[in-house]
């Protein structure tokens, strides 16, 4: 039998507390693909959509694509661009309701338009209206993911990423599709159970490179090779101050086997107390800017010291422009350094205006809010290189996907090499560098704006690795963010009360 199986990508991971807001154009600038040409854009790469069609293809199945619609994370999702998007897949689904046999869904899990909280919830709400609930629905998850109940309830299948920095995202495409045909063949009827942990996040926030927190995922997979279909342990996002915020445990299983769900439920209690137990046991040690100034002055290894710029992670919806790392290395008198990025349209369209060679004054940074992270810095330089910021990334991340950084800029300061970009990304790829001139092995000091994933690229080079915290907008000091519609009590927000 041809199974018809509907598929889509739809992923956003919102960080509430910014002032900015996520527009269609973001979308746009860093994917927006309709049908054909998502698949030829995306369907060979480490992307969900090429794990799906790993077992479509051989399966023989007829997959319609929907749209495949990627923006970096940011502020909340406008109802317009959430509309457009949902409104693809939705008539999607109607105008093939009649022959489709199960839906597969590349979702993030943390997305918060900013008309309500839940969209992924949404979204799957919005779905069942137009299919029914007994259609297959599967879904695949972000490591970080926020899983309210309702994703529970309207999807049978969630499979989340096991690994941070994220680099198994097609074998968890194929996972998910793996189940899906399953169910569609009638062998199993699968359905998922919630645990929920009241914390902002996982202590570790995910990091499968330390052993603390790899033991999670370990224990997930065990019990998937005992018979589960999927066990997914979800780290949960700190940016976004919504009523499902927290870690959850996810467990795929047969409903018609008693003996599966007992499995369930325990492997996911089993695995939510450990993330509770754990909650004091955090491993990054957070420096602050001086230390961290003078450990880059002071670095004489053989390969470069990398400072991950923790705070101001464009990864977790920070502006990406702030300010006072670079003023710290520069008063260091730091030199052989590369900054990066510096996520400032306007400085980037004011060097565009001049030469490469050019000396220039320019004013970097500073602009999303001041009070997170630093002003704007005045500075003078050599501007080294101009470009429209196209890259292909070869990473574990994202090698073989296309990406910009829209007009682009590197400004010399006096031996701190700084990116000027105007689209906003996190470095998680060598060619995030290497398209604009910069070699990053021959640099003494690379300061990364990045929470982690820069890892998968950037650790293989490093000669060491320190975590500064600058205080921008995802400074791991929660008390610094305003939360309203998180339940409480919430860890570490609350402390004295247990789960």
């Not at 779905?127 to 899983?147: K, Q, S």
């Not at 003996?259 to 754990?278: M, N």
Request: glycine share 10%; net charge negative.
């Amino acid at each position: 039998m041809t199974f018809t199986v509907l598929t889509a990508e739809f992923q956003h991971e919102s960080n509430t507390f910014s002032r900015y807001r996520t527009d269609l154009p973001q979308f746009a600038a860093d994917a927006l693909h309709y049908g054909d040409d998502a698949i030829a854009a995306r369907g060979n790469a480490n992307t969900e959509l090429a794990g799906f069609l790993d077992v479509a293809r051989p399966a023989g199945w007829n997959v319609i694509h929907a749209i495949t619609a990627h923006a970096v994370p940011g502020g909340q999702v406008t109802k317009a661009a959430y509309d457009h998007i949902a409104g693809v897949i939705l008539k999607t689904a109607h105008d093939n309701r009649d022959r489709l046999d199960g839906v597969l869904l590349s979702l993030h899990g943390s997305m918060v338009p900013d008309f309500c909280e839940d969209g992924e919830g949404l979204l799957l709400r919005l779905l069942r209206a137009e299919l029914g609930d007994e259609i297959p629905i599967a879904v695949t998850l972000d490591l970080h993911a926020m899983v309210s109940a309702e994703m529970v309830e309207r999807a049978q299948i969630l499979v989340s990423y096991k690994t941070y920095p994220h680099v198994d995202m097609r074998v968890t495409g194929a996972h998910a599709a793996r189940i899906l045909d399953r169910a569609m063949k009638g062998e199993i009827a699968p359905r998922t159970i919630r645990a929920h942990v009241p914390m902002l996040d996982e202590a570790n926030s995910g990091r499968t490179d330390i052993p603390e927190t790899l033991a999670l995922y370990q224990r997930a997979t065990v019990a998937e090779q005992a018979g589960l279909e999927a066990v997914s342990v979800n780290a949960a996002f700190t940016g976004a101050d919504v009523f499902c915020v927290g870690p959850t445990v996810l467990a795929t299983y047969d409903s018609r086997d008693p003996a599966a769900e007992a499995a369930a439920r325990a492997v996911t209690e089993e695995l939510a107390a450990k993330i509770w137990d754990g909650r004091t046991k955090k491993r990054n040690v957070f420096i602050e800017v001086e230390e961290a100034a003078a450990e880059a002055l002071a670095w004489q290894g053989d390969r470069p010291l990398v400072i991950s710029d923790y705070a101001d992670n464009p990864g977790a919806g920070s502006y990406g422009d702030s300010t006072a790392l670079l003023a710290g290395l520069m008063q260091a008198g730091v030199t052989g350094a590369v900054f990066t990025p510096m996520i400032d349209p306007e400085a980037a369209a004011e060097l565009h205006r001049h030469a490469e060679g050019a000396t220039v004054t320019v004013t970097l940074g500073g602009k999303g809010d001041p009070s997170f992270g630093g002003g704007p810095l005045t500075v003078t330089g050599i501007i080294r290189k101009l470009s429209d910021g196209a890259y292909i990334g070869d990473g574990p991340i994202q090698g073989g996907l296309s990406h910009s950084f829209g007009p682009t800029a590197v400004i010399d300061l006096g031996g701190i090499e700084v990116l000027v970009v105007t689209e906003a990304q996190q470095m998680v790829d060598l060619q995030q560098l290497r398209a604009f001139g910069i070699e990053p092995t021959r640099r003494r000091v690379l300061a990364l704006k990045s929470m982690q994933h820069f890892r998968a690229a950037f650790e293989p080079i490093a000669g060491k690795i320190i975590v500064c915290d600058a205080g921008a907008l995802a400074t791991p000091r929660a008390e610094r963010r305003p939360y309203i519609r998180a339940p409480r009590p919430l860890w570490p927000l609350d402390r004295d009360f247990q789960s």
